[in-house]
C-alpha cells in the first residue's frame, strides 16, 4: 500500500475509533458516567472496546486478559522491528507510568505484538525489559493476535510476502486505558505528551 493511501487509511481508522469509544461511554454508563469529566471524546455510534484474549507472554506461558490486567493497564499494539512509532509511544507511556508512579498510582504497561512471525517472547522480552521493567509483552499465534486487536478494535496487516526481512507492518497506534473492574475507559493518541497522559490517566484512577 503506498504510504500516502496508508496514512489516510490509518488516519480514517482513528477517526471511526474516536466515535466508537466515546459512544461505549454512554452505551456502558448511560447519562452518568462517572468519567465524563476526564473524557475528550464525542458520542456516536454503539461499540464494545476489550473483552477476553489469549496470547503468550514473554516467558512463553499462555495467558488469559484476566491474568494481565489485573491493575490499571496502558495497553499498546506495536512490535518490536518497528522503526520509530512504536519506540516513540512506548517510551511515552513509560514516561507516563513513571509519572503516575510518583501521584501513587500504580500502572502496568502492556504491549500485545502485531508482528508475531518475528516476536517471539525472547524477542519481545528483550525489548520490553529496555523500554520499562514493569512492561509486559505479548504474542502469539496469528489468530490469537488477530482476535485481541478485533477485540480492542486496533486495525493491523502484515504484509502478505514476509521473505523480506525487513517488512513493515501497518498499525494503529492508540494506547488504551483497562480498569480491573471496569475494562475499557479511553484511549490516548499520538499527540498526547508523557504528562499529558498521566495527567489523564489519574484523572480516571482519583474518579
Known sequence: MPVSTRTYALAAVSLVAVALVATYAVTRY???????????????????????????????????????????SLVYFGYTFCPDICPTDTARNAEAIDALE?????????????DPGRDTPEVLKEWTDYVHPRMIGLTGSPEQIAAAAKAYRS??????????EY???????????????????????????GEDLASRVACFLES
Do not use: W
Open 30 to 72: 448511560g447519562m452518568s458516567d462517572p468519567y465524563a469529566g476526564c473524557r475528550e471524546g464525542k458520542i456516536a455510534g454503539v461499540a464494545t472496546i476489550g473483552g477476553p484474549f489469549t496470547l503468550v507472554d514473554e516467558d512463553g506461558r499462555t495467558v488469559t486478559d484476566t491474568d494481565i490486567l489485573t491493575k490499571p
Open 102 to 114: 510518583e501521584m501513587g498510582h500504580e500502572v502496568t504497561p502492556v504491549m500485545i505484538s502485531v
Open 155 to 164: 486495525y493491523f496487516k502484515v504484509p502478505d510476502d514476509t521473505s523480506d
Open 167 to 193: 517488512y513493515l507492518v501497518d498499525h494503529m497506534t492508540q494506547t488504551y486505558l483497562m480498569l480491573p473492574e471496569t475494562g475499557f475507559v479511553e484511549f490516548f493518541n499520538r499527540d498526547a505528551t
